[in-house]
């Protein structure tokens, strides 16, 4: 029934992103996109692919730290697969980074690292990559509003993204705050069952940040470098596009992707492409322009995401239709 159930909201899931998209093509002609997509080469967009496999490297070597500070060693090789895979899931469902975080715990249980461990190593490693995320956003999107401060809609994107960092600290204060006696009462709610869940899950990794200063620091450091890689792809292709932009363009262009993929729609069908077409519109670029950027990181993002899938198959990490030692899962653990 489960399952039946996750089907149907992936199913409902994808029709809202085709009407989404059909939307966007509706407002912008497919002439003006299909023009400014003849300009890349295959040799670009390959070098492209090729960007994107080299930075995930740097995912692999943030799970590695993570995973020696709890006395667990992973080969690198795995840890690479693993993160691809993760990286598939979380793409092809409606649940995003959920799914792949899911994942990511499952294929390390299968290397002997127990769940407890495997949870902290996906939350340390969302927990630094959405600081520097947000944090990259909330500088890029203020410096922006500081030269054109008469623009009210990025006036409300910034304070979007303030509350997006609210919202994290407070549920950060909020677990730690809640009392482990509620374990030893006869009924307990619903609020208070996910309350102590959210405690013990900042409990699991807590002592990472308080123990471990230096693999923080490694940490923050390994995912600003990757940030810094996912707005050189960008910078790329809007070069390869023609046009030359700064460094606050890709850092815009890339806080719209992030609100984008925080919507429930599979892959952000349709609402990427809205919200390429508006950053670049906000820049002073064609809307065309914003969604054959959108289009061509999409067609990155599925080759990516299938050699993902198909390098794990073939290398038996995991088998299909994705079955590890007894557990069955396919974009939604059962």
């Given at each position: 029934m489960v399952r039946k159930g996750g089907a149907f909201i992936s199913f409902v899931s994808f029709l809202l992103g085709i009407v989404f998209l059909f939307i966007v093509f509706s407002v912008i002609n497919p002439g003006e996109i299909i023009a400014s997509l003849r300009k890349i080469t295959v040799g670009q967009f390959m070098a492209l692919v090729a960007l994107r496999l080299l930075l995930w490297t740097l995912g692999a070597i943030k799970w590695r730290i993570i995973l020696e500070f709890y006395q667990y060693s992973v080969s690198f090789?795995?840890?690479?697969?693993?993160?691809?895979?993760?990286?598939?899931?979380?793409?092809?469902?409606?649940?995003?980074?959920?799914?792949?975080?899911?994942?990511?715990?499952?294929?390390?249980?299968?290397?002997?690292?127990?769940?407890?461990?495997?949870?902290?190593?996906?939350?340390?490693?969302?927990?630094?990559?959405?600081?520097?995320?947000?944090?990259?956003?909330?500088?890029?999107?203020?410096?922006?509003?500081?030269?054109?401060?008469?623009?009210?809609?990025?006036?409300?994107?910034?304070?979007?993204?303030?509350?997006?960092?609210?919202?994290?600290?407070?549920?950060?204060?909020?677990?730690?705050?809640?009392?482990?006696?509620?374990?030893?009462?006869?009924?307990?709610?619903?609020?208070?069952?996910?309350?102590?869940?959210?405690?013990?899950?900042?409990?699991?990794?807590?002592?990472?940040?308080?123990?471990?200063?230096?693999?923080v620091g490694v940490l923050l450091a390994v995912s600003l470098l990757g940030h810094a890689g996912v707005l050189l792809e960008i910078f790329l292709i809007l070069l390869f596009l023609g046009n030359v932009v700064g460094i606050l363009e890709p850092a815009i262009i890339e806080t719209g992707y992030t609100f984008a993929f925080l919507t429930p729609i599979s892959q952000a069908l349709g609402t990427a492409e809205a919200a390429g077409a508006y950053t670049l519109s906000l820049l002073g670029y064609s809307a065309a322009l914003g969604v054959g950027l959108t289009l061509i990181l999409r067609v990155r993002h599925l080759l990516v995401g299938f050699l993902g899938i198909g390098v794990l198959i073939v290398y038996g990490v995991v088998k299909f239709p994705f079955k590890t030692k007894g557990e069955r899962y396919f974009f939604m653990v059962k």
């Amino acid at each position: 029934m489960v399952r039946k159930g996750g089907a149907f909201i992936s199913f409902v899931s994808f029709l809202l992103g085709i009407v989404f998209l059909f939307i966007v093509f509706s407002v912008i002609n497919p002439g003006e996109i299909i023009a400014s997509l003849r300009k890349i080469t295959v040799g670009q967009f390959m070098a492209l692919v090729a960007l994107r496999l080299l930075l995930w490297t740097l995912g692999a070597i943030k799970w590695r730290i993570i995973l020696e500070f709890y006395q667990y060693s992973v080969s690198f090789w795995k840890l690479y697969l693993f993160k691809l895979a993760s990286f598939a899931v979380e793409y092809f469902t409606q649940v995003t980074v959920v799914g792949g975080q899911v994942t990511g715990v499952v294929l390390l249980r299968g290397e002997r690292v127990p769940t407890r461990v495997g949870v902290a190593v996906m939350v340390v490693d969302s927990v630094t990559t959405s600081f520097v995320t947000m944090t990259v956003s909330f500088v890029a999107t203020t410096a922006f509003l500081l030269t054109r401060f008469s623009n009210g809609p990025v006036t409300t994107l910034v304070l979007l993204t303030f509350l997006i960092l609210l919202l994290f600290l407070l549920a950060f204060l909020f677990a730690l705050r809640i009392e482990p006696s509620i374990k030893e009462k006869k009924k307990v709610s619903f609020w208070e069952r996910t309350a102590l869940a959210l405690r013990d899950l900042v409990l699991a990794f807590s002592d990472f940040f308080k123990n471990n200063k230096r693999g923080v620091g490694v940490l923050l450091a390994v995912s600003l470098l990757g940030h810094a890689g996912v707005l050189l792809e960008i910078f790329l292709i809007l070069l390869f596009l023609g046009n030359v932009v700064g460094i606050l363009e890709p850092a815009i262009i890339e806080t719209g992707y992030t609100f984008a993929f925080l919507t429930p729609i599979s892959q952000a069908l349709g609402t990427a492409e809205a919200a390429g077409a508006y950053t670049l519109s906000l820049l002073g670029y064609s809307a065309a322009l914003g969604v054959g950027l959108t289009l061509i990181l999409r067609v990155r993002h599925l080759l990516v995401g299938f050699l993902g899938i198909g390098v794990l198959i073939v290398y038996g990490v995991v088998k299909f239709p994705f079955k590890t030692k007894g557990e069955r899962y396919f974009f939604m653990v059962k």
